[in-house]
């Protein structure tokens, strides 16, 4: 797992790059079939009659690989309080079987909200193999703070 990381380790700017991630027709298909029954995710003849002109994920299924992959990066290693949320996501292409996709997650706000917890605000952003922007969303995390060190007291006076 690693070193824990606190909100104090994520200043605004601060940048992490996603490992990659190829995506199979077998799975778009398995995922949209329990999630997403759509005839352009499911069925590659009905896909080919499409507006896509073939299978393509489904949005649910591409922010799922987003936040596996960021979790796989970072997030398996933050302090989580929760989740607080997730916006502004964006499909920008479709994502199609045979694709590979990787990506970056950049913190965008930071509140360090007393000892005792911090909020960051970060913002995901999947690519595909050429370096296209496939998809974005902003998402919002509470964390622990680092707790401060005690310091150490000598006994003073009549103390043992």
């Known amino acids: ?3 824990l990381l606190y909100a104090e380790d994520f200043p605004v700017g601060r940048t992490f790059e996603f490992d990659s991630y190829s995506v199979t027709a077998e799975e778009i298909k398995s995922f949209a079939s329990e999630w997403d029954p759509m005839p352009f995710h499911t069925d590659e003849r009905a896909a080919a009659k499409s ?9 649910a299924h591409t922010l799922a690989i987003c936040i596996r992959l960021a979790s796989d990066a970072v ?16 499909f920008l292409q479709p994502v199609r079987p ?10 965008t706000d930071q509140q360090l909200d007393g000892p005792a917890k911090g909020e960051i605000e970060l913002r995901n952003e ?9 998809m974005s969303m902003v998402g919002e995390i509470i964390l622990r703070r680092r707790e401060p060190e005690r310091e150490e007291t000598a006994p003073t006076g009549g103390e043992i």
Do not use: K, N, P, W
Not at 98 to 107: A, E, F, R, V
């Open 1 to 3: 797992m690693g070193t």
């Open 126 to 134: 999947l690519y595909d193999q050429d370096g296209q922007l496939v």
């Open 51 to 59: 507006a896509f002109g073939g299978l393509v994920a489904s949005g």
């Open 75 to 90: 997030v398996s290693r933050m302090a989580v309080i929760a989740g607080r949320g997730m916006s502004e996501a964006r």
């Open 98 to 107: 045979g694709m590979t996709l990787t990506g970056t997650m950049t913190i």
